[in-house]
């Protein structure tokens, strides 16, 4: 291993004052006495961020971007500046589980790629359980082992030298982990969903961020499947078609739910903000096509 290191948790980080320090010091418990590992934070942050990292994690390597970086850039520096074989990627708003590293220690043995779960972090919040379902639902834990188009790069992994391979992450603003899960693909590689590997996302709880933040999801959306052909594509073509992904989402997402067993979750609250989400996102999707 290159400099005895066997893991590099890569953390992108822009204004995560607020939760930085749960984040490191999860992968800190979780990682002590099973694997040799170092963290990095790719940092491009106005706010107190990297004062306090510097002031509470001496070990911890900061890479200053200086300006307002989007994820999949600030990963790439990171990945650049990584010294282990296999590279981790966790968000600066998740929190990884007691039993985290000794899942990926096991895991990175035998897959060279491959994504983990995602929990709830906000399920006292109508808005962070919307945000979640909406964006997650996918990728609970439920099920076993499986190939998937795709995997959130909020907990993710893959061998650097396949990285390196496949030229990172693109500069897209949103999707580039599917993008990223597409040139993974094309290297002949399959991405693989392992649900026990598990982290807790949380979520935005004021509306006007979760509706800003899922038009731009929606937006990027688009503009994937008109760069790419894949499911759903035909409808950036015919646009009279946009209002039935509507509902053709909000069957997909309660359908998760009530194949996890979370159907009580489904409060009036949270399926009123998951429409109002839905709506947002659909106006980013129609913009993203052109119209």
Not at 66 to 86: E, H, I, L, V, Y
Not at 139 to 148: C, L, N, Q, S
Not at 234 to 241: G, P, Q
Request: charged letters at 25%.
């Amino acid at each position: 291993m290159a400099n005895d290191i066997d893991i590099s948790f890569i953390i992108p980080s822009y204004n995560s004052s607020r939760t930085i320090s749960e984040c490191i010091n999860s992968i800190q418990s979780s990682a002590r006495g099973s694997i040799d590992f170092e963290i990095i934070v790719a940092d491009s942050s106005d706010d107190d961020t990297k004062k306090i990292i510097k002031a509470d994690f001496d070990d911890v390597i900061i890479i200053d971007l200086g300006s307002k970086t989007p994820p999949g850039a600030a990963r790439n520096a990171g990945a650049n500046a990584a010294r282990g074989d296999t590279l981790v990627f966790i968000d600066s708003d998740c929190v990884a589980a007691n039993d985290y590293c000794e899942r990926l220690k096991e895991s990175v043995q035998t897959h060279n790629v491959a994504g983990g779960s995602v929990l709830n972090g906000t399920e006292g919040s109508d808005i962070g359980t919307a945000e979640y379902y909406l964006e997650f639902s996918g990728f609970m834990p439920v099920g076993g082992e499986r190939i998937v188009q795709f995997c959130p790069t909020c907990n993710f992994f893959i061998k650097k030298d396949l990285f390196n391979k496949i030229g990172g992450f693109s500069d897209a603003r949103t999707a580039e982990d599917i993008e990223l899960s597409f040139a993974i693909r094309g290297a002949g590689e399959s991405v693989i969903f392992l649900p026990a590997i598990r982290v807790s996302h949380k979520n935005r709880t004021e509306m006007k961020r979760y509706l800003y933040n899922q038009r731009l999801l929606g937006k990027g959306s688009a503009l994937l499947r008109r760069k790419y052909d894949m499911k759903g594509s035909f409808v950036t073509r015919y646009r009279f078609l946009i209002p039935m992904l509507y509902y053709v989402r909000l069957r997909a997402v309660y359908k998760r739910v009530k194949a996890a067993q979370q159907v009580k979750a489904l409060t009036s609250g949270v399926k009123t903000a998951i429409k109002a989400g839905l709506k947002s996102w659909l106006d980013g999707f129609k913009e993203g096509t052109g119209g």
